[in-house]
């Protein structure tokens, strides 16, 4: 087998022209007094356990050898799919004339430099050896079946001077299968001038190339049968983030799977223990209720002692700014304490308000003594609204735990709320740390980072539905409904079926209610427009709200407002 390019005398010697001419491109202009080698000649064997031995014999003029030689050799070859060939070299040596030179072996990142001092050569040739090991590689198998291995490796490669001309011939144990020779500068290898193998003159690989730069390159490449090399080769895993997080075929359907399977296991998880269970016959509580009382008269009455705090821990599971606000606005309504408003302090002061403890007409729940304790201090300075958050942000804990006490007692809720998501906070903690940490060893030592990734998403999904997981019992389901039904009426009632004698009591109770379902402005206008003298003072007219002297009850829509703004705005500040 032959193939090396058949030309003509002419042809051939026209290519070698061009050849010299693109080798000196290549390795720039040359000085003067540049050493340069004459020749290269290059022997080598390759063994049956896939190692690679060569010698260079490299010829210079008499008089012409350097003082030093030095050669760099890539132990490190780029492979695909993120991994990069690694080759050993061994047996280094270096002699001339018989003697040995000891060479001096360093490393320079990927490279082995191999340092020799030629100073004290009186001949014209120095000889570098070595064995490599690595760079018979795996070749596949031919059409027929058989495995081949490949062989691939420069040369002649990372010599200090440059080379008039290189020739060589590798022996194989058996007859090659295919060659190929590449030679050049490293940036740009073009084909050998000559190379052969299979042939009557070349039965074995033999090569042959001229002007070569520093530094250049002969890189020869056969392949034989797998049964007669064994492959050498060490392949290793490069790591980079396109290889952790590959999205090559595998990774990103298993990523993919992972995801779709967590996705429907943290579902069902959910419907199984946080969503409230079906409960189509469950029919709404009632938890309050206008009844009629005369003919288009209508007298509003809460049953079952809900309040206004139980409804927001009911419905979104927490104690929220806007449940301290409807708590202290019921508390006041059922003659516990009365809200004062304070005189302006200064022509730009805002306003504010203090609280005064009354007697009050009914029993109060834990959490509302707790909350009026802390508003109100029975024999104490009661708190103004300016200076609530600090106090009150104190008795939020012990305001929760208390409600979250009674949530469970009326039978709403099977097990505490806030118990319930610690557990799952803490599952969802330890399950993400968890997947953080397969992610990280994913990342380094696979390439499926993705499904690394996939996996903190789902533990980060579990830690998100674990808020969620409080459920409500069958009582505290219909108690929902309740409300909502509730919620509509406060908004549809009409406001002027109340008796005109009661409005200011009547309207003044739904008030709390709407603070946390809605309606307020409806019932607010309503209460104003109750005033009989709207042009007489109102400072003492209601029963829960005292204002300065000069105060209508026109002006309670805008007061009432800015009372809940300015008290949600402590809790939230709270100071």
């Not at 061009?18 to 390759?46: F, H, K, T």
């Not at 409807?326 to 302090?345: F, K, N, Y």
């Amino acid at each position: 087998m032959r193939s090396s390019r058949n030309r003509r005398g002419t042809v051939l010697a026209a290519g070698l022209a061009l050849a010299a001419v693109g080798a000196l491109a290549a390795s720039g202009p040359a000085r003067a007094d540049e050493p340069s080698a004459q020749s290269a000649a290059i022997a080598g064997a390759v063994a049956a356990d896939g190692s690679l031995t060569l010698t260079e014999t490299i010829t210079f003029a008499a008089g012409a050898v350097p003082a030093r030689l030095e050669q760099r050799i890539d132990t490190t070859k780029q492979a695909l799919d993120y991994r990069y060939y690694r080759y050993t070299l061994s047996d280094v040596r270096a002699s001339a004339d018989g003697a040995d030179l000891a060479p001096v072996l360093s490393r320079d990142g990927d490279y082995q430099v191999i340092a020799v001092d030629t100073s004290k050569v009186t001949g014209t040739t120095v000889e570098i050896g070595y064995t490599v090991r690595g760079a018979a590689t795996d070749g596949g198998v031919t059409q027929s079946g058989t495995g081949v291995t490949a062989i691939s490796w420069p040369v002649l490669q990372g010599l200090s001077v440059p080379v008039d001309a290189v020739s060589g011939q590798v022996d194989a144990p058996v007859p090659v299968l295919g060659i190929d020779c590449q030679a050049g500068a490293a940036s740009g290898l073009q084909p050998c001038q000559m190379w052969a193998a299979g042939t009557h003159d070349s039965p074995q690989p033999t090569f042959s190339h001229a002007a070569l730069p520093a530094g250049g390159l002969v890189v020869l490449s056969i392949t034989v049968p797998g049964a007669a090399v064994a492959v050498d080769q060490d392949l290793v895993d490069q790591w980079t983030l396109g290889r952790a997080f590959s999205a090559a075929p595998a990774p990103l359907a298993v990523a993919l799977g992972a995801l779709v399977l967590g996705a429907l296991a943290l579902w069902l998880i959910w419907r199984r223990l946080g969503r409230d269970v079906e409960t189509t016959d469950v029919a709404p509580a009632e938890v309050a209720r206008f009844v009629p009382i005369g003919p288009g008269q209508m007298h509003f009455e809460v049953l079952h002692a809900i309040r206004p705090g139980h409804i927001g821990t009911v419905m979104d599971e927490r104690v929220d700014p806007v449940d301290i606000a409807a708590t202290l606005l019921d508390l006041a309504m059922r003659g516990h304490l009365q809200i004062v408003e304070l005189p302006p302090s200064g022509a730009h002061a805002g306003a504010d308000w203090s609280f005064n403890r009354l007697p009050g007409r009914d029993a109060l729940a834990p959490f509302e003594a707790t909350l009026l304790d802390v508003v109100a201090p029975d024999g104490g300075e009661p708190v103004k609204v300016s200076a609530l958050g600090e106090p009150v942000a104190k008795a939020i804990p012990v305001v929760q735990d208390q409600l979250y006490t009674e949530v469970v007692d009326k039978g709403w809720y099977a097990r505490r709320p806030d118990q319930v998501r610690g557990r799952w906070h803490v599952m969802g903690a330890v399950v993400l740390a968890a997947a953080v940490v397969v992610l990280v060893v994913l990342a380094i030592v696979t390439r499926f980072g993705l499904l690394g990734l996939a996996l903190v998403a789902l533990a980060g999904g579990l830690f998100a539905i674990g808020q969620t997981m409080p459920r409500r019992t069958r009582a505290g389901i219909a108690l929902v409904k309740g409300l909502h039904v509730l919620s509509m009426a406060l908004a549809s009632q009409p406001t002027d079926q109340i008796p005109k004698a009661q409005a200011y009591d009547e309207i003044s109770a739904v008030l709390p209610y709407t603070v946390v379902l809605g309606g307020r402005d409806r019932w607010l206008n309503a209460l104003a427009a109750a005033d009989d003298d709207p042009d007489v003072p109102d400072p003492d007219d209601l029963t829960w709200y005292r204002a300065p002297s000069d105060w209508s009850i026109s002006e309670l829509p805008v007061a009432f407002d800015a009372f809940l703004v300015a008290v949600q705005g402590r809790l939230y500040g709270r100071g």
